[in-house]
């Protein structure tokens, strides 16, 4: 949510400010704004309401603005609605200090009350503003210094936030801290950057510092230097992005949505090749010895959104495969249970940037109470990846587009290959029935890429019913968990009112709610439950829906009942989702396209969720 770029160098700083910003519209904004200092003590800002365009044509691309150090700010509104007046940055009275922000300040209103106490004056009804003049009060107050004052505002301040700070007497700096949202620095030739997110700034730079929690950094020309909340120096490790930049443009696809939906086979088989070596799954940075494998008695997968419905497929995967109970919970639940948490459990933390707030917070609480957690994130250095005692990193590269699709399949594929290595470890599966598996999984990126082959036909349906007001997912057992995935890529990306429920459940109400010409997408993967899912789906169809049917090729007995039919190749009934989601993710994108909507940055949703 929201997005930061700041560069100092000798280049001038608004193009790269604004472009860095493009790249991250994904995040989710309502407006947008830059500050760029001229090496003087002169800064001009300006900021614009809506999309980034407004800004660039304010701002002649950027040439309008002169100066070599700057930042820029993409803003989803929390605190004030969304006006030129409450986009970032925000500076104080005097505009000594200027600054943008990330995340939520829980006491704005006590620290407000103070500051206004003190002689300054509120412009905006944002909590950004009180940051800033706060930092400006002990900056002037005790006269020690852009780091001395930015960590005083940080131990007053409560809640989260990631802050990039320019002082009238540093001209040629930025300062930048952070405390529960995401935060990286690059530096290449002489310049520095500073970004809410690494496609801001691979363009220019693979070379990145990951700052840390309670944690302040100094930018200058080419040069950082890192300081504890202490105001200690503090050395920091360089890390090389693997992704290059290529990977984060649309490769001449019309949105970045079906570029990554096609990049579903190549990543998929990036993360199997990753762990896969020579007919054995090694997992090196799994962390538990064989003893302790042996010993786990529940399982919990804690994840939000797509990440949820990950785990709502694995859960069949682990449960058939191992004895081991499994939980799945939303994060935002598990984090408020006064549940007893058994000690003898691994919680599993699924999340794509590594950065959920909801997440991080679950994961927090699992280790609290002695608890081994796991991480299954995309993105290396990543909060949840450096907290958690072990972790798996999918190799999905940068995704974009907000409605995920190529992080989805390879965190599908890393519980797959747990769920395997957990059974082989605990003796729960046969030699055979391994070397079955591992040879199957193999084969799932080239029937993703069959899949994709057919997409015509799911175009050519997703136009008839681009203008429907409801659609119904149902599925039973691993076919409900890709119900709800499906469901969730049509409502997010094409505003239609869709449900997806477990096939079973339908007459224990939603069946009242189908009516003539409602669309029902039946997914029927699971031969064990495809007669009694086939019965749910004509009794659908008897109160007069519309019927898609989904399942795999063999299966074509359903064209009886449907009246549209897609079908995936066979697998083994464990691995079906990473199929099954494919048509179903280009249906939501096709209605999406068709009903003319911004596919790539849907109203009100953000990328990365990281604010409770």
């Not at 909590?127 to 004052?149: H, M, Q």
């Not at 930025?174 to 290449?188: E, F, L, N, Q, V």
Request: charged residues 25%; hydrophobic residues 40%; glycine residues 8%.
């Amino acid at each position: 949510m929201c997005g930061i770029v700041g560069f100092t160098g000798s280049a001038q700083a608004a193009p790269i400010l604004l472009d860095g910003l493009s790249k991250l519209e994904y995040r989710g904004y309502d407006s947008a704004g830059i500050a760029v200092r001229d090496g003087s003590n002169d800064t001009e800002i300006v900021k614009a309401k809506g999309k980034l365009k407004v800004l660039e044509e304010k701002t002649n691309g950027g040439k309008a603005v002169k100066g070599c150090c700057g930042i820029g700010h993409t803003r989803w509104a929390t605190h004030g609605e969304p006006s030129t007046l409450n986009a970032h940055p925000h500076a104080s009275d005097d505009e000594n200090v200027i600054a943008v922000h990330n995340g939520i300040i829980e006491n704005y209103q006590e620290l407000k009350e103070k500051l206004t106490k003190s002689g300054y004056e509120f412009k905006s009804q944002t909590d950004t503003e009180v940051a800033v003049k706060l930092i400006d009060y002990y900056y002037k107050k005790y006269g020690l210094g852009p780091v001395d004052s930015i960590a005083r505002a940080m131990i007053r301040i409560r809640g989260s936030y990631a802050l990039c700070v320019m002082f009238k007497d540093y001209p040629n700096e930025i300062y930048t801290a952070r405390k529960d949202s995401p935060m990286i620095i690059g530096i290449a030739g002489g310049e520095s950057y500073v970004a809410s997110d690494v496609p801001a700034i691979l363009k220019y730079t693979r070379n990145v510092y990951y700052i840390g929690n309670m944690e302040i950094a100094r930018l200058e020309k080419g040069a950082v230097t890192f300081y504890n909340i202490d105001r200690e120096e503090i050395t920091k490790e360089l890390v090389e992005i693997k992704w290059d930049a290529e990977a984060a443009e649309k490769g001449g696809y019309e949105h970045f949505m079906l570029k990554e939906i096609h990049e579903q086979p190549k990543v998929i088989r990036d993360t199997i090749n990753s762990v896969v070596k020579d007919g054995r799954i090694v997992l090196d940075e799994f962390g538990l010895t064989d003893d302790e494998v042996k010993e786990i008695q529940q399982i919990y997968i804690v994840a939000c959104g797509s990440a949820y419905h990950v785990g709502m497929a694995i859960q069949y995967v682990i449960e058939e495969l191992t004895t081991i109970p499994v939980r799945v919970e939303l994060a935002s639940e598990f984090r408020y249970r006064k549940m007893p948490l058994n000690k003898k459990s691994l919680a599993i933390i699924i999340s794509q940037s590594g950065e959920t707030a909801d997440s991080r917070a679950a994961l927090t609480l699992a280790k609290e109470n002695g608890i081994k957690t796991l991480g299954i994130v995309n993105v290396i250095g990543s909060n949840i990846a450096r907290d958690a005692d072990n972790v798996f990193y999918t190799l999905a590269g940068p995704e974009i587009s907000v409605a995920t699709t190529k992080a989805y399949s390879t965190q599908l594929i890393a519980g797959y290959l747990l769920a395997m290595q957990l059974s082989k470890v605990r003796g729960e599966i046969t030699d055979e029935r391994f070397a079955e598996l591992l040879d199957e999984i193999q084969t799932i990126p080239d029937k993703v890429e069959k899949i994709l082959e057919d997409k015509e036909r799911l175009q050519w349906f997703a136009a008839k019913f681009a203008n429907i007001r409801d659609a119904f997912f149902i599925g039973r057992g691993i076919d409900y968990a890709v119900s709800l995935e499906g469901s969730l890529k049509m409502k997010e990306i094409s505003y239609i009112h869709s449900e997806a429920y477990a096939a079973g459940e339908l007459k224990h109400g939603p069946i009242s709610l189908i009516e003539n010409g409602t669309l029902v997408i039946s997914v029927l993967t699971q031969q064990a439950l495809f007669e009694k899912t086939v019965s749910n789906m004509v009794e659908c169809k008897s109160r007069g829906a519309y019927i898609m049917g989904l399942t795999t090729y063999g299966n074509y007995s359903v064209e009886d009942n449907a009246d549209f039919t897609a079908y995936i190749p066979k697998t083994d009934p464990l691995f079906a989702a990473s199929l099954a989601v494919v048509p179903l993710q280009l249906l939501g994108y096709y209605v999406s396209v068709a009903k003319g909507l911004d596919v790539d940055k849907p109203r009100n949703l953000a990328k990365s969720v990281t604010v409770e």
